[in-house]
């Protein structure tokens, strides 16, 4: 995209198990500010998935979610990956908690970034069902307190954060 530093590798598959994710960025730098008690402005990658998407509706609900992937700031010394649930603005109804251990991750640490690879059960997708609705929208976003908020798939000036209707919708393909 124009305007848009080009930082981050994303690729997405699927089973019925959920969603596996593996996220990439480059030229970000080594300082990371990761906390998971602000997930929302905290430093990794930031994914928007809606497993019912309607298309319609500017207001996310309750299967919708926001995941921030976070290369350091988990366990007792703050150094492992951790992935959080963050809100979603203006959402009509929040999803059900995040089950804990529901996304197991790894990540690794670059001298100009960072690797993240994610598994992201089904029990923490509200509403996953591949094979009854074989979609889902979805938005990436890096966050990085350097480079701010960088968008994969529409200009940073779009209400992406907290508007559905803005965010791509993918086919799953068997």
Not at 5 to 13: E, G, N, T
Not at 100 to 113: T, Y
């Amino acid at each position: 995209m124009v305007g848009v530093p080009d930082v981050l590798q994303l690729c997405l598959a699927w089973n019925d198990a959920g969603l596996a994710v593996r996220g990439v960025a480059r030229g970000v730098g080594a300082q990371r500010w990761c906390h998971p008690t602000r997930p929302e402005d905290s430093d990794g990658l930031h994914l928007w998935i809606a497993t019912r998407p309607t298309g319609d509706s500017h207001r996310a609900g309750r299967f919708c979610r926001r995941l921030a992937l976070l290369p350091t700031g988990g366990g007792r010394t703050a150094d492992k990956p951790v992935a959080v649930a963050a809100q979603i603005p203006r959402t009509s109804e929040p999803p059900a908690d995040l089950p804990p251990d529901a996304i197991p991750m790894v990540a690794r640490l670059l001298a100009d970034g960072w690797e993240i690879d994610a598994c992201i059960n089904a029990a923490a997708l509200p509403g996953w069902d591949p094979r009854e609705i074989p979609r889902l929208g979805f938005f990436a976003a890096l966050v990085d307190r350097r480079l701010g908020r960088v968008p994969c798939f529409a200009p940073p000036e779009y209400p992406w954060d907290g508007d559905p209707t803005t965010w791509i919708e993918l086919e799953l393909v068997p």
